[in-house]
């Protein structure tokens, strides 16, 4: 009986206000709160309300035999608190349902599992504590920034008290293994659960596209293949983000009577069920060894880093970002990790997506290079407040 493991990516950045060169050394405020919160009620809007409320319909309609997963970032969840508490009220009745589980996170979206793992560990433990004070769960299972995944990093959670991580289902690695059975890292400390992204995109990315030989694409048809994996299969992931309801996929394209009538289809095949993320670890063992050394992620074809590590400009500024590392005062330590959100350097990205480029929506920037000079001059004027003759280098 195959476990379906739905996980729902839930975050929004603090946007960079347009700041010039000469904003440096007069202007301390770097974030754009009139442009976040239009960004974040629209999705509010669109998305978020419209599909929380859903799911609780469904959990409850299904006697909690519907289950999901929520990452939910710790930036998202500060946005939310100052615009709309009501969304938190939302998660907090689902985390009630005994049929929701909150996966582990970094609290700001961060890139730091790159470059320090003094910091990574310290925003996994913020952002557990804040699960820990709004819902009143320990995640057992997390997920990086982007499903970014290295061998390095199952070190890294382990001693930070996790059982298993999310990452991409990647060919390359698999070979000719599946991505429906639960792996290990190579020293055997940790479970990693693998998305399927072909079936995850097919609900993501191709729902609406009539260009598709599935199109459209019915509950029926999706339980359908869901259940074909009976046999060869013990866990089906299907990881996506939370904008797809309302958002990347809009009401008219049919989403919401998608998601309303998949649970039903899947429960009335007596071979599928729903599960979290923690109780799957616990049921199936291990079929393997999935080891990367480089890291791999979730995005576009590739599965690496070139979405946000692709270009010289991206990596001169995440390079220059954490050069100021030990020179960060405590009071400007939650600026300096607002500017490590992983969505800063995708907008300098100069690559082309093949997976739709669904964040061009939320981009607040005409072309990656005025993202770069955007993010340069913050940097200057940060460099200018942390103390005096600082020295700033590029690592080698």
């Given at each position: ?13 603090e946007r960079l206000k347009h700041y010039t060169v000469f904003d440096i050394g007069q202007d301390p405020n770097y974030f754009d709160d009139e442009r976040n919160k239009f960004y974040l009620d629209r999705i509010v809007s669109k998305c978020y309300i419209p599909t929380l409320n859903l799911l609780k319909e469904l959990i409850k309609e299904t006697n909690g ?332």
């Open positions: 009986m195959p476990s379906i493991v739905f996980y729902f990516k839930i975050h929004q950045p035999r519907f289950k999901v997963n929520f990452g939910a970032t710790g930036i998202l969840f500060d946005q939310l608190k100052k615009w709309h508490p009501e969304v938190i009220s939302l998660f907090k009745q689902l985390s009630q349902t005994n049929s929701v589980e909150f996966i582990g996170e970094t609290y700001y979206h961060s890139l730091s599992c790159l470059m320090s793992e003094r910091d990574f560990k310290e925003q996994i433990i913020l952002h557990k504590n804040l699960i820990k004070k709004l819902f009143n769960q320990e995640p057992q299972v997390f997920s990086n920034t982007e499903l970014i995944y290295f061998d390095q990093i199952a070190d890294y959670i382990k001693d930070l008290g996790f059982k298993a991580i999310l990452t991409e289902g990647v060919d390359r690695i698999l070979e000719w293994r599946s991505p429906n059975f639960i792996y290990n890292d190579p020293k055997e400390k940790i479970k990693i659960l693998l998305r399927n992204y072909k079936l995850s995109d097919d609900m993501s990315f191709r729902f609406s596209a009539k260009w598709w030989s599935e199109w459209p694409l019915t509950a029926d048809k999706f339980a359908s293949w869901l259940e074909a994996y009976n046999g060869n299969g013990e866990v089906i992931n299907l990881f996506m983000d939370f904008e797809t309801f309302g958002e990347h996929q809009w009401p008219e394209t049919g989403i919401f009577d998608f998601l309303k009538n998949l649970p039903f289809e899947v429960l009335k095949r007596k071979d599928l069920e729903f599960s979290l993320a923690s109780e799957v670890i616990c049921k199936y063992p291990s079929r393997g060894i999935f080891s990367s050394f480089s890291p791999v992620t979730w995005a576009d074809t590739e599965r690496d880093l070139t979405a946000w590590l692709g270009n010289e400009m991206q990596k001169e500024c995440l390079e220059l970002l954490f050069s100021i590392e030990k020179q960060i005062p405590f009071y400007l330590k939650e600026t300096w990790r607002k500017l490590q959100t992983a969505d800063h350097f995708y907008y300098m990205c100069t690559k082309w997506f093949a997976d739709g480029d669904v964040h061009k929506y939320f981009n607040p920037y005409d072309n990656p290079y005025e993202a770069y000079l955007n993010f340069r001059n913050i940097i200057e004027d940060l460099k200018l407040r942390i103390k005096p003759n600082v020295k700033i280098y590029i690592r080698n």
